[in-house]
């Protein structure tokens, strides 16, 4: 029998009276002529193996085995390469009138199509799980990032069972799946070793995943997994996770094609870039030196001028003002004109090293002779160009998140550093409005196009005859999924591992392959995120502004806000606001979102931002669940805060039973966070220490007067807080067996996060060192035993 084949009586078997039926690559068969194919009914989910025969011949030389049960794709189906960068906007590709050359993304579209009306949920995780599985994002209770998730319907962060990803369905057809880079759709509490797995990469899908799972990570030091299993850094001083990542899927396309030829499969490649923070190495960056000294405001225009050359935007259309907290070039002092455009330089560089990575895997395609066949969609963006950087941007965006403003003369400081891994770097929003030209807002901003409207392309030798075209109907990132499932020649299923599936809100965008002119399929979207809200409907686009990204609060009550009217049609960048001209249009529009809201569980509106990172508060499930003392051992590492004890703004105590060696102790006891934020208690050179590191900028430390002896030892550090607010002082105290052996200060702590990705470990600092003379990864390791460690809080 050949390889995947499954033989008439098999499926005789399986389907009784069922007829086979083939389907090509690029059919546009209807739902109920995709619902059976090659005699298996894929509406179902897994298909059901057939029932084993019953032999009755003793002898095994006389019985005949049965046909193999295998499940295969339908004949032709293509590989699926679904590549989505991280914070880039409109005009991130150099094909859409970006500064940064990207010609990998401008290879594809010349080779395929482009889209200029392509729109996400404007902020990571919601964009992800619609763009997988074809649901609106609050359908997949995504409402926000997983970090903000609450205890309502549409926001907990947790994926119902209703809603399958689309690797799920592929992998029951036959696909080898793997995903590569950032996830950042699994809910904050399940994110340790104690699972659940359920919402795990491997279990939403992927056969194979290489990343890591929150919604940013150290490009030089990350915390990553491969499946379910953490993986430890190499000690390699040029160590760049975007190089590793492309590595890992390079490999595993190629390690596909060399045992299964004539298998298909569906690659996801996910990059933390070009989301903060911005690192890339110095031979990158030296290539954009002296190349924004025009400043943002020329920039934009400079970007408008070649998008209308280029037709990627109507004749006639011209710039949105920009916010009104973002300064004039021409306003701004030597020194901020000095840090900006360095910004402007790294952030170029890793937009420019994401598109050459990007292109070794679809070089590595190429390579193995399956381009023709190979369905490529490019989404250049989540979201919008991220303006959390603020006025300044920031030399760690742990400050952000903090409440600490970082002033100019002291990011100038790092100029020569920035991007590099001493540095955690944001750039000005400024230049995050520029890479969004011609719109006004950026990410998070989901009531606007710059939030939303990203640069997308879609390349498939052998299902697009189209060569090079623009596409201009509205589409999002709701389409990806069905577009997919009809290119390989599959139904949208109706039951999935036992659960009946909520159907797809998204449409295939197959019809508009071949047809430029055809009619828009997708005629109305609603858009909501942190009180930003907007309805789309046939052209028309009611919105609201409720908050700026780098606003703390919402700009008036919900039931306060003012709605403003646009036509899409004749109005590309939005200018022209008709709410007055067209108050019953808006009126309709108003009522839309507030019916699409309702039937997507997008109510009740929530526009708190910051509030929503507390568990607490919100009604998020905590893993600690109001414990307060955790005790640990050697060999328990990676421990996320989400996951870990909160010891912010209060007071704790941590008490260490140690085993010195001989030759005496060093490394890590028990650490939190790493080189920008974090605390540890550790031993350096047999003397007992305790470092707290306030964001990178400032430290205090408390160390023994006398080393530790050989043999068994109990360390204990109380730290007293003074109280009165969030992000006090206090004293600190360390003893060691009851003796108090040192003491001092700690004047300020961070209040609400000390990382995006790193952890709490025991006997290790894993990714980057929260103290630097005992470093991190296996440098850290501590050198003697930790049977027990107790963290406690008051």
């Known amino acids: 029998m050949k390889k995947h084949e499954i033989t008439i009586a098999v499926l005789t078997l399986l389907i009784a009276g069922c007829n086979e039926l083939s389907l090509s690559k690029n059919s546009t068969a209807t739902q109920t002529e995709l619902s059976t194919v090659n005699g298996a009914d894929r509406t179902v989910l897994p298909i059901p193996e057939p029932k084993r025969p019953i032999y009755k011949e003793l002898d095994v030389r006389n019985a005949v085995p049965p046909p193999r049960f295998e499940v295969k794709p339908p004949e032709g189906a293509p590989n699926v390469l679904l590549v989505l960068i991280d914070d880039l906007g409109f005009a991130g590709a150099s094909s859409f009138g970006g500064p940064v050359g990207t010609p990998t993304f401008d290879q594809i579209a010349n080779e395929g199509l482009k889209y200029n009306n392509f729109h996400t949920t404007a902020v990571c995780s919601p964009t992800r799980t619609a763009l997988k599985s074809g649901r609106n994002h609050h359908v997949n209770n995504m409402g926000a990032i997983i970090e903000t998730g609450t205890a309502f319907p549409g926001n907990t962060g947790q994926i119902p069972n209703e809603v399958a990803p689309l690797a799920e369905m592929l992998r029951l057809n036959g696909y080898s ?347 109305s979207q609603y858009f909501e995120m942190f009180g930003n809200r907007a309805m789309y409907h046939d052209g028309w686009f009611a919105r609201t502004i409720h908050r700026a990204p780098w606003e703390r609060e919402p700009r008036r009550p919900l039931v306060e806000d003012i709605w403003e009217l646009y036509d899409t049609r004749s109005d590309f960048s939005l200018v022209n606001d008709l709410a007055e001209a067209h108050p019953d249009k808006l009126a309709e529009l108003q009522k839309r979102f507030i019916a699409e809201a309702e039937k997507n569980h997008a109510l009740p509106i929530d526009d708190r931002v910051l509030e929503r990172v507390n568990a607490e508060l919100v009604g998020r499930p905590d893993l600690m669940g109001g414990r307060t003392s955790i005790t640990l051992a050697e060999g328990m590492t990676g421990m996320s805060e989400n996951v870990f004890l909160n010891i912010k703004n209060k007071s704790k105590t941590i008490i260490a039973d140690i085993e ?78 009851d003796e108090k052996v040192g003491e001092g200060r700690i004047e300020r702590t961070q209040p609400m996060i000390f990382s995006a990705d790193e952890t709490a470990d025991v006997g290790i600092d894993l990714a980057t060192p929260v103290v630097e003379t005992i470093g991190s990864e296996a440098k850290s390791r501590f050198t003697g035993h930790i049977p027990k460690v107790m963290v406690q809080v008051n």
């Open 177 to 523: 799946t793997g995903a590569f880079g950032k996830w950042h759709e699994l809910a904050a509490w399940e994110a340790s070793i104690s699972g659940p797995f359920d919402r795990w990469p491997t279990r939403q899908g992927f056969d194979k995943f290489y990343g890591f799972l929150g919604g940013e990570t150290n490009q030089w030091a990350p915390f990553i997994y491969d499946g379910v299993h953490q993986v430890e850094l190499p000690d390699d001083p040029n160590y760049h996770f975007l190089t590793d990542m492309t590595d890992q899927a390079v490999a595993w396309i190629k390690y596909q094609n060399a045992l299964t030829p004539d298998k298909p499969f569906f690659t996801y490649y996910a990059p933390g870039a070009v989301h903060a923070p911005h690192h890339v190495p110095q031979e990158w960056i030296a290539r954009w030196k002296g190349k924004f000294d025009q400043g943002w405001d020329k920039l934009r225009e400079e970007i408008l001028a070649r998008q209308i050359a280029s037709g990627i935007v109507p004749e006639g259309t011209v710039l949105a003002p920009k916010p009104e907290a973002i300064p004039d070039w021409e306003t701004l002092s030597d020194d901020e004109k000095r840090l900006f455009t360095r910004q402007a330089e790294v952030f170029a560089a890793f937009v420019e090293m994401t598109d050459h990575e990007i292109g070794r895997v679809v070089k590595a395609i190429e390579e193995t002779g399956q381009s023709d066949n190979t369905l490529v969609i490019f989404v250049y963006g989540d979201n919008g160009t991220s303006a959390e950087g603020g006025r300044n941007g920031m030399f760690s965006e742990m400050t952000y998140f903090n409440s600490v403003q970082e002033t100019v003369p002291d990011m100038l400081k790092f100029l020569d550093k920035w991007g590099g891994p001493e540095t955690y770097p944001h750039m000005a929003a400024g230049w995050a409005v520029a890479f969004d030209t011609p719109y006004q807002w950026t990410k998070q901003v989901a009531s606007d196009h710059g939030g939303t409207k990203v640069s997308m392309a879609i390349r498939w030798p052998k299902g697009i005859k189209s060569k090079g075209g623009l596409r201009t109907q509205f589409h999002h990132v709701i389409d990806v999924a069905p577009t997919i499932l009809e290119a390989a020649g599959l139904p949208e299923p109706k039951i999935v591992n036992g659960v009946t599936q909520r159907p797809m809100d998204g449409v295939s965008m197959i019809y508009s392959f071949d047809d430029a002119s055809a009619k828009d399929r997708h005629v």
């Open 660 to 737: 010195v060696p001989q030759s005496g102790a060093n490394g890590a006891i028990l650490v939190q966070g790493g080189r920008f934020g974090g605390w540890a208690l550790y031993v350096k050179d047999g003397v007992p220490a305790y470092d707290y590191n306030f964001l990178g900028l400032q430290r205090f430390t408390i160390a023994s007067n006398q080393k530790l002896k050989p043999g068994k030892s109990t360390v204990r550090f109380e730290f007293a807080y003074d109280g009165g607010g969030l992000g006090k002082g206090g004293l600190g105290t360390l003893f060691v067996n």
